[in-house]
Nanobody
Framework: QVQLVESGGGLVQPGGSLRLSCAAS????????MGWYRQAPGKQRELVAT???????NYADSVKGRFTISRENAMNTVYLQMNNLKPEDTAVYYC?????????WGQGTQVAVSS
């Protein structure tokens, strides 16, 4: 059973930065891709960023130029560096790992951007 554990969320002021981490219970080379999704209150879960086993990245338009996804294979960990945070980035952020068509999810970490 794949386990994903997120950390790094918190409260930050607009313009601030946070780095989220997602630690996987197994070698992340086993996954076709990993990614970060978020869900704000009353909204559907949406894609934030993904990274494939070949290091191809993809970002939602709303975070391009502000967020960076990366992976540290030796630590079986994927990161999301979030800079210039905005109030509309407030959400629960979920880590995801995909093997073919199956997705695995972490428990989520709360990010709140407020002054």
């Amino acid at each position: 059973q794949v386990q994903l554990v997120e950390s790094g969320g918190g409260l930050v002021q607009p313009g601030g930065s946070l780095r989220l981490s997602c630690a996987a219970s197994e070698n992340i080379f086993n996954f076709n891709a990993m990614g970060w999704y978020r869900q704000a209150p009353g909204k559907q879960r949406e894609l934030v960023a993904t990274i494939t086993v070949g290091d191809t990245t993809n970002y939602a338009d709303s975070v391009k130029g502000r967020f960076t996804i990366s992976r540290e294979n030796a630590m079986n960990t994927v990161y999301l560096q979030m800079n210039n945070l905005k109030p509309e980035d407030t959400a629960v952020y979920y880590c995801s790992a995909r093997i073919l068509s199956r997705h695995y999810w972490g428990q989520g970490t709360q990010v709140a951007v407020s002054s």
